[in-house]
C-alpha cells in the first residue's frame, strides 16, 4: 500500500490546537503515513495578540512551523483540521484559509480527501460540537469524505464524548486533562486506516 500522505492543518491562539496538532501528528507518524503539520496565517492584529501574554507567546512559539499552503492541501490524501471554538464556530484564521481553496475545489482537487476536524474550547457547553460540524459543512462542498470518531474507542467518552470530533475543554490558564489527548491519537490512527485503504481501494 502507497504511503497516506496527511496534512493536519491548524489555527491555535494560545497552543491547545498545537498541542492537539503535533499529537495527532505523532499517532500518524507511528502508523507509517508521511505527515505535514501546519498552521494558517495569524490575521489579528499585533497589539491585540501583544495585549494577551499567552496568545503573544505562543506566536513566538510556533514560528518554526510552516504557513499552510495550497499544495499541502492538493499533495494530501487526508487532512485532519483543528480550530479553536470562536462564538461557537470555526476560528476566522482558519476559515479564510479555507476560503482560498476554490481552485483546487474548481479543479476537482479536493474529491475524495479523508477529511476530519478537532476544536477546544472554554466550556464544555460552549460551541464544540456545532464548531467541528459547521467546519464539515465546508468539507461536504470539497466532495471529502468526512470521518468521525464517533465512538469507535473508549478515549472518545472520556475526552468528553464528541463523536463528531475531539474536543478539548480548556481552563483559564489554558490547561487541559491531557488524558483527552488520547482521543486525538485515536482520531488521527482512524483517519490514516481509512484513508489507507480507499487509498488502496482508488489505486491512486
Ligand atoms: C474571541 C473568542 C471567542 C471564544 N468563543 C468561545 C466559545 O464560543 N465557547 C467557548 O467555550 N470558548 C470560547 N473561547 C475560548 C477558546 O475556545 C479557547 O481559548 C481556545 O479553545 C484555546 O485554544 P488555543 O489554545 O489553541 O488557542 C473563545 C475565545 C476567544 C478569544
Redesign the pocket.
Given at each position: 500500500m502507497s504511503t497516506v500522505h496527511l496534512t493536519i492543518l491548524y489555527y491555535?491562539?494560545?497552543?491547545?490546537?498545537?498541542t492537539m496538532a503535533q499529537t495527532a501528528a505523532a499517532a500518524a507518524s507511528e502508523l507509517g503515513a508521511e505527515v505535514r503539520v501546519v498552521r494558517v496565517a495569524e490575521l489579528a492584529p499585533q497589539e491585540v495578540i501583544a495585549s494577551n501574554l499567552a496568545w503573544k507567546a505562543h506566536v513566538e512559539k510556533a514560528t518554526s512551523v510552516p504557513i499552510a499552503t495550497l499544495d499541502d492541501i492538493g499533495w494530501a490524501d487526508a487532512v485532519i483540521i483543528s480550530t479553536?471554538?470562536?462564538?461557537?464556530n470555526v476560528a476566522s484564521q482558519l476559515k479564510q484559509f479555507l476560503d482560498t481553496t476554490g481552485s483546487l475545489w474548481a479543479q476537482g482537487k479536493l474529491t475524495n480527501k479523508v477529511v476530519s476536524a478537532m476544536t477546544?474550547?472554554?466550556?464544555l457547553h460552549?460551541?464544540q460540537e456545532a464548531t467541528v460540524l459547521s467546519l464539515y459543512t465546508s468539507m461536504y462542498h470539497w466532495g471529502a469524505i468526512v470521518v468521525a470518531p464517533g465512538y469507535t474507542d473508549s478515549s472518545i467518552a472520556a475526552a468528553g464524548g464528541n463523536p463528531y470530533g475531539t474536543s478539548l475543554t480548556?481552563d483559564i490558564d489554558?490547561k487541559f486533562d491531557i488524558n483527552g489527548l488520547e482521543a486525538v491519537k485515536h482520531q488521527a490512527r482512524r483517519v490514516v486506516t481509512v484513508a489507507g485503504a480507499l487509498k488502496k481501494g482508488f489505486n491512486v
Open positions: 491555535s491562539s494560545t497552543g491547545t490546537n498545537y479553536p471554538t470562536r462564538f461557537g477546544s474550547a472554554s466550556n460552549g460551541g480548556v489554558g
